[in-house]
């Protein structure tokens, strides 16, 4: 540690005037992430270079929390590419959290003999209920704020997902699910919006949480995809009456499993060729055609297509440039693997609260990294659905 680094913590430490060691390490801040970004981008601030590798694209703002108190930074965007500054600890939150839950596990004693020993592993045995308790409540407050933070804007588009992990309940050991809902906005950007735990397939869990994501201020969704849950198609209409694209990577392995198994290659070929078609019009009459020629080899997914039309080709009624990532829920399966690998670790979560405290600190940090990325989608595609969705509108007699 140096020599300057450590007399600016001594004077922390002395309780000297915090409101200059903030100026001073907000300072100190800023001049190293201007280092940065200049490194990054190949050129300084404003400079005309021919080897400029990317321009930078404003800023946001994001709180640091030192010894000193609390210091809002603008942290520059890249026009490509992402940018972290060095000094931070990207992840810390979600670690803490799959911390607290192991822990939390170990001194209830509901815990696994695997969890058991990787409290002993982190040296964490002697680790008392009030010590956990103030961990646990420290990470509650940031998730907790997060999850319930106000939702500006329109987002035409909401993605939800759900992935099972065990939880005891009641004694019981409950396989319960974790829905992540996550939008895109007019402006392009994506964030996490929602976490919840529950039954997938009741109507009454769907319209709850919708309902939540709404009284928050979540307005303008136009699609929602998704897996075809009982109870969500009804709940999506009721409460945005919004379109539900069907996940098409979902319907196609349910498809196939009414094919024996040494046709489905050639089965999900033909499939294929409704998704590669240039128009929704198109995709709907090669529909019907793939359809009559499986009624007779494969009569229930005959069956099957007569009733699937309208939800799995739902997407190709918006910008064609949207149609990768409206067709599936694939967007999400990342944030999935993520909360999977972090709960086999746990193996049974002692309780849904500590479900939510993990699963919102690590969806916590990933909007945080979505927030320094590129748009997910360009401004000019949304503003040709907004010019779409203005042009249905009937005419108002003035």
Known sequence: MTDDRMALIELIEKGADTDLVREMLAFAAERLMEAEIGARTGAPHGAR??????HRNGYRERGWDTRAGRIELAIPRLRKGSYF????EPRRTAEKALTA???????HGVSTRAVDDLVKAMGASGVSKSQVSRLVEEIDERVNAFLARPIEGEWPYLWLDATYVKVREGGRIVSTATIIAVGVNTDGRREVL???????????FWKGFLRSLADRGLRGVKLVIADDHKGLRAAATKVFHATLQRCRVHWMRN??????????AAVAAMLKTIFAQETAKDAQAQWEIVADALADRAPKLGELMLTARED???????????????????????????????????GIFPNDAALIRLAGALMLEQNDEWAVTRRYMSLESLAALSDAARSRLPAVAA
């Open 85 to 88: 500054p060095s000094f931070l």
């Open 255 to 264: 498809a196939l499993t009414h094919v024996p198994a040494k046709q489905r």
């Open 101 to 107: 839950v192991i822990q939390e596990a170990y001194v």
């Open 194 to 204: 929602g976490v919840a735990t529950g039954p997938s397939e009741a109507e009454t």
């Open 49 to 54: 270079d021919p080897d400029r590798l990317t």
């Open 312 to 346: 799995v080709l739902a997407y190709m009624a918006f910008p064609k440039e949207h149609w990768p990532q409206l067709a599936s829920t694939n967007p999400l399966e990342r944030l999935n693997k993520e909360i999977k690998r972090r709960s086999d670790v746990v």
